[in-house]
């Protein structure tokens, strides 16, 4: 079946840091792949995705390189503001039968200023 | 933009009510999505609907209920509410096979049961 592991949390940083939020996944299929944000109080709003190996998704200075080669989908950013803590999910869809979206469990960050 | 609105940020009953949670989505998409969230336990999937009048299960629906009778609308029903399911629900939509299948969520709904 299909699976996503993230990083547990919470990650916690200093303002202007640097963040990575490791995620890696297994598909029966050829997947693409997604990171959610759900800042407190909301519902998850998509982030960024990527939808073939190599390819970079991008979005509000966060970025991830879909890595077929490690099934890796890491979500980075070169320097946080206190208004990026939120909870970020890693997610994957495969067109096989159902396209029904897997999430990680989610991995919160905090910034300190 | 797409819109997911959802009948209540928040929502207390008592334990052996009834309660419906409604979810309308005004982007014409074809499947819709109800989860539970819970800490630790990230997401799970209740109920789906690819079409309307069309249900399937997913991974947790035992003690929940949905109907579909209009395409942007998606009800959760709960018939007889239990303390363990309080928790927040979020509703989703995604619009018919595309690339990538992206999902948009509600502002979700969080249920207490007392």
């Known amino acids: 079946g299909n699976s996503v592991t993230q990083m547990e949390g919470p990650v916690t940083l200093s303002e202007e840091a640097f963040l990575t939020i490791n995620c890696t996944y297994t598909?029966?299929?050829?997947?693409?792949l997604f990171w959610y944000v759900q800042y407190p109080g909301e519902g998850l709003q998509l982030l960024l995705k990527a939808t073939k190996a190599d390819d970079k998704g991008s979005n509000k200075g966060f970025e991830a390189t879909y890595r077929k080669e490690t099934t890796s989908f890491h979500l980075e950013k070169g320097s946080v503001q206190v208004s990026d803590s939120a909870v970020y999910f890693c997610?994957?869809?495969?067109?096989?039968?159902?396209?029904?979206?897997?999430f990680g469990r989610g991995t919160s960050l905090i910034v300190h200023p | 933009d797409v819109k997911v609105t959802q009948s209540s940020r928040y929502l207390v009953k008592r334990t052996g009510e009834k309660v419906f949670l409604e979810c309308v989505q005004d982007?014409?998409?074809?499947?819709m999505f109800w989860y539970r969230q819970d800490p630790g336990l990230g997401l799970r999937l209740i109920y789906f609907?690819?079409?309307?009048?069309?249900?399937e299960k997913g991974d947790i629906p035992e003690g929940y209920s949905v109907s579909r009778e209009k395409k942007e609308r998606f009800s959760l029903i709960l018939e007889s509410a239990s303390t363990n399911q309080t928790s927040m629900y979020l509703c989703a939509s995604s619009p018919p096979e595309t690339n990538s299948y992206e999902q948009y969520f509600g502002p979700g709904t969080r249920l207490t049961v007392t």
């Open positions: 982007m014409d998409h074809e499947n």
């Open positions: 598909a029966t299929g050829y997947p693409s």
């Open positions: 609907s690819y079409d309307v009048k069309m249900k």
């Open positions: 997610a994957l869809s495969v067109k096989e039968g159902s396209y029904i979206p897997t």
